[in-house]
Nanobody, 117 residues
Framework: VQLQASGGGLVQAGGSLRLSCVGS??????MGWYRQAPGKQRELVAT????????VYGDAVKGRFTISGDGAKKTVYLQMNSLKPEDTAAYYC?????????????WGQGTQVTVSS
């Protein structure tokens, strides 16, 4: 399984970025994004079901970030608006086959997002 993320970069506070991730080699029913800042635990950003019918957002990004995706193409996007310096982190693409009692989880390489004040 491979998850290829792109779209990170440097942006000023208040700006926007869009992350993309394409998966291959596996079957997923959930895709999404997590992030990890230096010295902090990895945290949920957002996830979406393959059907696109159900999304979950971390409290820190609600109202500013929007997740979307195409299950058939194994792609997921994260539109990040009104970025804040505290959004600075490595963002990891995530995919999973959730079978109810558990899940098989897959992770991509991180893409760095840096927000300057």
């Amino acid at each position: 399984v491979q998850l290829q993320a792109s779209g990170g970069g440097l942006v000023q506070a208040g700006g926007s970025l869009r992350l993309s991730c394409v998966g291959s080699g596996g079957i997923f029913n959930v895709m999404g994004w997590y992030r990890q800042a230096p010295g902090k635990q990895r945290e949920l950003v957002a996830t979406i079901t393959a059907s696109g019918g159900y999304t979950v957002y971390g409290d820190a990004v609600k109202g500013r970030f929007t997740i979307s995706g195409d299950g058939a193409k194994k792609t997921v996007y994260l539109q990040m608006n009104s970025l804040k310096p505290e959004d600075t982190a490595a963002y990891y693409c995530y995919a999973a086959w959730d079978y109810g009692l558990g899940s098989y989880d897959y992770w991509g390489q991180g893409t760095q997002v840096t927000v300057s004040s």
